[in-house]
Nanobody, 122 residues
Framework: QVQLVESGGGLAQAGGSLRLSCAAS????????MGWYRQAPGKQRELVAT???????NYADSVKGRFTISRDNAKNTVYLQMNSLKPEDTAVYYC????????????????WGQGTQVTVSS
């Protein structure tokens, strides 16, 4: 089975930094897009950043210029470097990956990690 495991969440002060990691493991033929999403209390889950297999990135306006998404394909891992953190960044952050399980099929499926809490205090 495929699993995505996030790490690196925790408590930071406003203006500080955190680095999130998400490693995929299991029966994986290839990984297409990977991304980070977050959900704050009382709000819907929202896209934070995505990165394609070729390195193309996309960011939510609220984090543009502060967060950087990257990936290491050899390690099946995606990262989110979060700088200049604000209290409004407080949320549970979820990793997502579009994964092909078999090289004989073009079908791809989205998988989610368990989430990691990020809390930013002022």
């Amino acid at each position: 089975q495929v699993q995505l495991v996030e790490s690196g969440g925790g408590l930071a002060q406003a203006g500080g930094s955190l680095r999130l990691s998400c490693a995929a493991s299991g029966s994986i033929a290839s990984i297409d897009a990977m991304g980070w999403y977050r959900q704050a209390p009382g709000k819907q889950r929202e896209l934070v950043a995505t990165i394609g297999s070729g390195g193309t990135t996309n960011y939510a306006d609220s984090v543009k210029g502060r967060f950087t998404i990257s990936r290491d394909n050899a390690k099946n891992t995606v990262y989110l470097q979060m700088n200049s953190l604000k209290p409004e960044d407080t949320a549970v952050y979820y990793c997502n990956a579009v994964i092909q399980l078999s090289r004989s099929s073009t079908n791809r499926y989205g998988y989610w990690g368990q989430g990691t809490q990020v809390t930013v205090s002022s």
